[in-house]
Structures are given as structure tokens and as C-alpha cells.
């Protein structure tokens, strides 16, 4: 008998709920995604008009009502499991952190409960000691991506805080955040290079894993000059280079792109080893870090973003919010 | 006979217009400053207002009359001179460049008078090849620091986009560019470092040339660390510093300062022979560079900024445009 989709009832809400965004996931008892919603309503700006933390999470109810309200009238009683800002100090409710080395399937026993509600918080993860460094959200990406890609030794995971995650089977033995993503968006939106950078006249960039030649230029003088010259200065290239009539303003925010991804994964390779690296992020840039991870000789898999709401569902699987699907028979697996 | 200052008459108006300031001094026949003008009137300012390059021209006109006529009315043919962004294609007129090598003798063959006026604008400094480089403004500061201090071999002009400048005598060999000073300002003006940032409780900063114990800590953790992370892992340990308890949020701002200039100088000094570095600019930035510079065992000195000043009566004497002054004789430099 074929899988039966009509079979299916609502089983778990997941949130990512970040600083500056929203990602909410409707799965179904068997943790296929089965609708989603995407918002700009983040921690941020959900928080600041709250004085106090009744008022806080008075805001978080009301933001979470109006985003997956529709969800709820299907089954009232859906658990609802969340990761990122929405655990922090200015979040729902703060859930904690666990310390490295931590497993990763740890993260379940240590779910924090906002009172009066069925969400449940998943803790970020806090490297202690001299170089200490937080995360929350990317744990249950994680999570994810060891369900989907062989054990990696090191998962990174871009964005506007690239996190670099060294990993002894589902065992996060450490991790650094490079805020490289943050870097370009200053560069490109108030920088001397924001007004040189031009829109591009043709259709945007190259499809599917491809990666544009002005960002592989940029790599390519990371590589041989960055060493040398400093990121200060190589950033520098991206005016005269224009300046000089040798680069094109439509391409000036691939090649900062070249020139910031190119550092941050050259000095990142340093501590890790060349071994399998999983790149979780979406597309366009995740093929970035991947081609820059390739020329320092590592193997890498590419995961994809939803890889947190395959996250969420695991560990709410584990924390036996969400009761275990039924093992299917080798009958219901035939055509 | 002494010097006798009632005696002078005013000889010389010098401009330094940059992009984003205007700084005039008023000298005497014998080249000292007797007064000075400052103004937020950058380039960019007043450029912007004009759709051509006749209003542009007019612009400048007026720009110039409202913050130095009152010089003119001592004396309406007074030559000026003036160095910078003025000088660029959207500036009053364009006054070209020099290629490198290049002696700084020869910026006074090349200046570009503007029509219908007796302003002078010295022509920047470019760097041919494959590093392609420019400078405007900094040139007539070189001509200023060479003038003040013995021969160096590297001259930092620090700044929003600080320049490394390697000279041989008077000979300016090639230099580069570092938007430290920009990225200094976007981290603590937008990014995630700035909301942590706060201002110092106390009073502001060491006096003289001292720097303060958050600098001087910055360039440790990237002395010992930024071979290894790189500058965009390097810049977030402010933020989990902070939120370990480690680093207060008023020491935010001179703490990144110090991993910035740390990251700047421990690389520009691998291409310069660890000699006598002339810093030229403004005390409280060029003690932090002094600092850095020594401790990869350079021998600093330190050139006030009013040698743009000193450099523009230099190239304006050695164009003609004010007349050499009188060689005083031995009984006059006699008390």
C-alpha cells in the first residue's frame, strides 16, 4: 500500500525564531514538512515594545498566535518546539545553554517550558574557557544535517554570523563565529564600496551551484595577496580595481564576497582538517563556501536550510514531545 | 635683529578639501600659520549640489569664498594652493596624477590651476601594475613630514583609508591602502558590537601618549590569534567577551580599535623593512599605531597633522607661487 498523505494529521509546530526573522514549520505526525510560514517579525522587533518580561511574553504570545494561529484551529493542543533568539535573555523565555563538548542528543533533556503554554525551548550551546563563544538556533541545524550527510568533522554554517563547528560524531566538541556575513552587508550598504557596486545589468548571477567569476577573482586575490596585505586593505582592492577601469561596479559586491568568504575560510582551515565538511545553508552562498572550502582540498556536502525543522522534529522526538512514528511494514513500503 | 612677526604680511592660503573635510590655514610670507579654518564642507558636500561641472565649479566658488574671504580682504591676490578630493573628478577641477616612482619634488611642475582663479590644486599620487593604488591629499603631508622629521623609510598616514607609503630619500616608491578607519566606523556606528559598546564611565582615555589597557588588548588577542582566526572571527570575540562577562561595554570600542590596528600594522610591517616609520596624523590615533608599530620592533616618530600645511607652502615655494624668503643673515638669527 502507498504512503497515504490524506492519512496524516498535524503532529509538531517548529520555530526557528531568530534575531531579525521568523521560520515557522507545520510537519505531520510522520515529521514531513507539510506547510510553512517565513516573517520578518524577529526577537528583535517582537521584543522592543516590551518593558517587561510579562510584557515580553505577553508580545512573543501574540506574535506566535498571529504567524501559526491557522495551525492551532486544525489541532489545539499541537506541541510546539523552538530554537534561537526566542531563547534568549530578551526572548519568550530564556532556556540556557549547554556547554562544550555537549552531544547533540542531549539537547531534548534540557528543554525549557514558557509557563502557561505548549512551547518548548531547545538551549544554545556555550564554548567556556579562553575563547568562549555562544550559539542558538544553529544546534538544531546540526542536528539536521547529521541526519542527512555522513558524520562530517566540521559543519558550517553561513550567514550574517558564520558559525564553525568541529564535531566527534553527534558529539560538538567546539565551535567560532566569523560575523563575515555581517561585514559585507556593512561594506555593501554604507562603505565607500557601496558606492562604487552598481546593480547588475544582466540576469543575476549563475544558476544552481555555479558561483560568479567576479567571486572567484575575489578568492583568488584573497589567496595570493591576504597573507600579505590584511583584509583591511585587500577590501581596498575592490575601489581601485574600479578606479583603474580593471573591475566593473556590477561586479563589485561578488568580488567583496570573493575577498571576505576567502578569508574567513582560509584562516578556518587552518584548525580543521581536511576531512568532510558540511556547508548548511542556502544555496547561493552555501556553493560559495563550498567552493572556497574545495580549494584548500576538503570534501564537502552541501545541507539545506530546512535543515532546522528536521532538527526541531528530532529533538522533539527525543524529548518525547511527539510520539514515535509507527515503524512501517515492508508491505506499506511496496508500490 | 629678532623675527619680527608685525613685520610679515600674509603670503600663502593652503587647503586641505578631502571628502568629507575642509581644513584652510592662512601663512605669512615666511611660511607660519597665523590663522586656520575647519569645516565639515567636504567635497562631497558641496559637489552634490551641482548637476555640471560649470554649477560644480561655481559651488566650489562659493564654498570657498564663505569660509576663506575674509583672508582675501587683507589681500585679494593672494595665491592659494590646495591638495585632496578638490582635486578629483568631482571635485573643483581635476588635477590628474603622478605615477610612482615618483619625487615629491615634482608635484610643484604639475599643479592644475582652476580657471578664472589663482587656486592651484596639486595633482595625487597613483600607483601603476598590478596593485593599482591613489592617494589625494596625503602626498602634500608626505612633503610636510619629510620636511620635519629624518629620512624615514615608511610614512603611516592614518586615516579612514590609512596609507603605507615607502619612500627612498624623497622618492615615493609605491604604497598601499587600508579602510581600517571605515570599518572601524560602520562596527561601532551599525553592527552588533555597537549596541554593546557604551560610553566610558570615566574620564575619557589616557592623557598624552599613552593608550588604554582595552587597546593595548586588542592588539594582544590578535597578536596571539589572528594568524589563526582572521580578522572577521577576531572582531565577534567582543561580542562573547561581553556576554562572558570578560570585556565591559565601555572598553568596546578601543578594544576592536586595537584588533583592527593590530591586524593592519602586523601586516603592512611584513613588506617594510622594520626602520624608522614616520606616523603623521593626529595624536590619540597615531600613539595607538606608534604603539603597534614598535611592538614588531620599528622605530616610530610621531609628525603632527599640520603637516598638510608645511607640505602645501613647500610645493607652493617650489612652484613660485610665493617668493622664496629672504635668507636672514647670521646677526638677525642672533637674540
Not at 544558476?207 to 560568479?212: L, Q, R
Request: glycine share 10%.
Amino acid at each position: 500500500m502507498v504512503d497515504d498523505a490524506s492519512r496524516r494529521t498535524a503532529g509538531l509546530i517548529a520555530l526557528d525564531w531568530g534575531t531579525t526573522s521568523f521560520r515557522g514549520w507545520l510537519l505531520d505526525d510522520a515529521g514531513t514538512v507539510v506547510d510553512r510560514v517565513r516573517s520578518a517579525d524577529g526577537t528583535l522587533q517582537v521584543s522592543e515594545r516590551a518593558d517587561s518580561s510579562g510584557e515580553r511574553a505577553a508580545a512573543f504570545d501574540a506574535a506566535f498566535a498571529r504567524l501559526c494561529g491557522h495551525w492551532l484551529q486544525q489541532r489545539a493542543d499541537l506541541p510546539v518546539i523552538a530554537a534561537g533568539m526566542v531563547g534568549s535573555n530578551h526572548g519568550w523565555a530564556e532556556a540556557g545553554y549547554l556547554d562544550v563538548p555537549a552531544d547533540l542528543a542531549d539537547l531534548a533533556d534540557h528543554l525549557t517550558r514558557v509557563p502557561g503554554t505548549r512551547v518548548h525551548i531547545v538551549p544554545g550551546l556555550r564554548v567556556p574557557g579562553p575563547d568562549p563563544d555562544v550559539m542558538r538556533g544553529e544546534e538544531v541545524q546540526l542536528v539536521g544535517a547529521l541526519a542527512e550527510t555522513e558524520r562530517p568533522s566540521t559543519v558550517v554554517l553561513p550567514g550574517t554570523h558564520s558559525k564553525w563547528v568541529d564535531l566527534a560524531g553527534a558529539r560538538v566538541t567546539t565551535f567560532t563565529t566569523a560575523m563575515t556575513g555581517e561585514l559585507y552587508g556593512l561594506l555593501l550598504r554604507d562603505s565607500i564600496l557601496a558606492r562604487l557596486a552598481t546593480e547588475p545589468a544582466g540576469p543575476a548571477g549563475p544558476a544552481g551551484d555555479e558561483v560568479s567569476a567576479a567571486f572567484s577573482r575575489g578568492l583568488d586575490v584573497e589567496a595570493a595577496r591576504g597573507d600579505e596585505r590584511g583584509l583591511a586593505a585587500l577590501l581596498f582592492t575592490a575601489r581601485t580595481f574600479v578606479m583603474a577601469g580593471r573591475l566593473d561596479g556590477a561586479d563589485v559586491a561578488d568580488y567583496v564576497s570573493g575577498l571576505l568568504v576567502g578569508d574567513e575560510v582560509r584562516h578556518a582551515v587552518r584548525g580543521i582538517p581536511a576531512d568532510v565538511v558540511a556547508v548548511c545553508g542556502s544555496r547561493p552562498v552555501a556553493s560559495r563556501y563550498r567552493i572556497a572550502l574545495e580549494r584548500h582540498g576538503a570534501t564537502v556536502r552541501l545541507v539545506d536550510e530546512d535543515a532546522a525543522a528536521r532538527g526541531l522534529w528530532q529533538v522533539a522526538l527525543d524529548a518525547a514531545l511527539v510520539p514515535a512514528p509507527a515503524t512501517r511494514t515492508t508491505e506499506e513500503l511496496l508500490p
